[in-house]
C-alpha cells in the first residue's frame, strides 16, 4: 500500500429517489475538502484519500457499499455517510469495525444513542435542535398552550417525544397531539375542535402543501392562529407543485393561508459571510489568498456544480446544496482529529496507519480525537455533543407579505436569543394560545 495515503470511506445518497438525495451536492463538497485539506501541511505529509460509492438513501445498499469498502483493499480509517436511514444502519454496524461514523446528512433523533451507536459523530444537527428554539418563542410570547400536527414518520416521532419533554420542563400544555399518514383533513378538523391556537407541524414539504391547504378550507389560519413550519423547505414551497400534487388550492389561497407562520431551521451556512474559516486561517501552501470564507466556498461549489450540469444561474440547485457545508466541514474534522491521533501516537512510536479494524487502541484514539475536535468550518462552529450530536445555532423566519423575514437566531448551548423584532400580526398583536372569555363586569 501506498505508504504516505490515508484511506476513508465514503457513502453518499446520489441517484433513486424518496428520502433525501443530498450526496448530489455533498459528494462534490467533499472534493473541495480534500482538496483544501491535501493542499495543507495539516496531515504532516500524508495524503487523504476517499473511496465512496452511492446508497440511493437506500440502508440495504448502504450496507453493501459499506461491505465493498470494509472487504476491498485499502483499509479504511473511517467512514462518511448521509441520510438518516443509512447512517442508522452503518453506524449499528461499523462499531464491529471499530470505525468512526461521521454523518454529514442525517437528522434523527434517535442517531443520539451512544449505546447503539458508540462511534457515530454528525456535522448535521437533529431534528430536536429546533425544540429549544421553540420552547423559547413560546416563552417569549406567552404561549403555554400548544397542539403538535405531525406526519408519522419515525423522524416527527421521535422530534415530538423531544417537545413533550421540553414542554412538561417548561410549563406548557400540549391540548393535542394530531397524527396523519398522508391525508391531513381529520386531524385538522380535530384542532379546530380542541380550539388550538399555537400549532408546531412537523412533516415533509409534499404533506405540508397539503395541510396548508388544508388549514385555508376549514379556515384554521390568520390572526387568530400560530403555526410552525420546519424551515428548509425551499422559500417557496407554498406556492409550486400544486397541479401536480392535487393541492385543491390555489396559489393565492395557498399564500393567504401560509402569511404569518414562523420556521425553525438548523443554521448550515456561517452567516459572517466573511469570516475565515479553518482552511483560511491555516497556512495553505501554494494559494494564500484562499481565506475559504462560507461566500468563497459558495462561489467553488457553485462553479463545481455548473461544470456538473446544473443550471445554477437558473436555480437548478442539486438536492444537498443546503447541507454542502455540512459534508465539506466533516472532512475537515476527520483532518483535524487524525492530525491529533497520527501526534500522539508518534510520540508513542505508533502510527495511525497500523489500524487494521481490530485495533481498538487506536480507534479509541481517533474516537476522542474528534470527540475533542472544534473548529470554525464553512457552516459556522463546528463542535460534537456527548452523543457525537452537532451543536448548532438555529434560525427563526416568519412570511411576511408572503416572503420569509429573518426574526431572529437562538444559541441552545447559552440560551441566548438574538431578536430583530421584525415579527408582524396579522391582527396586529401577538395572537392569545386560548379564546379569551372577556366578563363584561
Ligand atoms: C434538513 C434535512 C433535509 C433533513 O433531513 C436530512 C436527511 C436525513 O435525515 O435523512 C437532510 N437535511
Not at 491535501?38 to 461491505?67: F, R, T
Not at 395541510?211 to 379556515?219: A, F, I, P, T
Request: net charge neutral.
Amino acid at each position: 500500500e501506498d505508504d504516505n495515503v490515508l484511506h476513508i470511506g465514503g457513502i453518499f445518497p446520489i441517484r433513486g429517489k424518496g428520502g433525501w438525495q443530498g450526496g448530489q451536492a455533498c459528494e462534490p463538497a467533499v472534493r473541495l475538502a480534500l482538496e483544501d485539506v491535501n493542499k495543507n501541511s495539516i496531515l504532516s505529509g500524508y495524503q487523504l484519500k476517499l473511496h465512496w460509492n452511492d446508497s440511493e438513501c437506500d440502508p440495504g445498499l448502504g450496507a453493501s457499499v459499506m461491505y465493498d469498502l470494509l472487504y476491498n483493499k485499502p483499509q479504511k480509517l473511517m467512514l462518511l455517510a448521509g441520510c438518516s436511514t443509512v447512517c442508522t444502519t452503518v453506524a449499528e454496524a461499523a462499531k464491529m469495525w471499530n470505525l468512526v461514523v461521521l454523518c454529514y446528512g442525517a437528522s434523527s433523533p434517535a442517531l443520539s444513542d451512544r449505546n447503539r451507536f458508540p462511534t457515530l459523530f454528525r456535522t448535521h444537527p437533529s431534528a430536536t435542535v429546533h425544540s429549544p428554539t421553540r420552547i423559547t418563542l413560546m416563552k417569549k410570547f406567552e404561549w403555554y398552550r400548544i397542539a403538535i400536527l405531525q406526519q408519522t414518520e419515525e423522524v416527527f416521532i421521535s422530534t415530538v417525544e423531544d417537545i413533550e419533554t421540553r414542554c412538561k420542563q417548561n410549563g406548557i400544555e400540549i391540548i393535542t397531539r394530531q397524527s396523519f399518514v398522508s391525508d391531513p383533513a381529520d386531524a385538522v378538523k380535530n384542532l379546530r375542535r380542541q380550539d388550538a391556537r399555537i400549532i408546531v407541524g412537523l412533516f415533509y414539504v409534499v404533506a405540508a402543501r397539503k395541510v396548508l391547504c388544508e388549514m385555508y378550507k376549514q379556515q384554521l389560519y390568520g390572526k387568530a392562529y400560530v403555526w410552525f413550519f420546519i424551515g428548509w423547505y425551499k422559500d417557496n414551497w407554498f406556492e409550486v407543485n400544486l397541479k401536480e400534487e392535487g393541492i385543491k388550492c390555489t396559489k393565492k389561497e395557498m399564500r393567504i393561508a401560509a402569511e404569518g407562520h414562523i420556521t425553525t431551521e438548523a443554521l448550515m451556512w456561517n452567516q459572517n459571510i466573511n469570516q475565515k474559516t479553518i482552511s483560511g486561517q491555516l497556512k495553505l501552501k501554494k494559494n494564500n489568498e484562499n481565506t475559504n470564507t462560507s461566500e468563497d466556498f459558495r462561489q467553488r461549489l457553485e462553479n463545481v456544480l455548473r461544470l456538473e450540469g446544473y443550471a445554477i444561474d437558473r436555480h437548478r440547485y442539486p438536492e444537498g446544496y443546503q447541507e454542502a457545508p455540512l459534508a465539506y466541514d466533516a472532512v475537515w474534522a476527520v483532518a483535524l482529529a487524525f492530525n491529533k491521533t497520527m501526534t500522539i501516537l508518534e510520540k508513542q512510536g505508533k502510527s495511525i496507519t497500523s489500524f487494521n479494524y481490530n485495533n481498538k487502541e487506536i480507534a479509541d484514539h481517533i474516537y476522542s480525537a474528534i470527540n475533542s475536535t472544534q473548529f470554525l468550518g464553512i457552516s459556522g462552529w463546528v463542535a460534537f455533543s456527548s452523543q457525537g450530536d452537532r451543536i448548532a445555532l438555529t434560525q427563526i423566519e416568519q412570511v411576511i407579505n408572503g416572503k420569509y423575514v429573518k426574526l431572529g437566531y437562538y444559541d441552545t448551548q447559552d440560551d441566548n436569543l438574538t431578536w430583530f423584532d421584525k415579527e408582524k400580526w396579522i391582527g396586529g398583536k401577538v395572537p392569545q394560545d386560548r379564546t379569551v372569555i372577556r366578563r363584561v363586569l
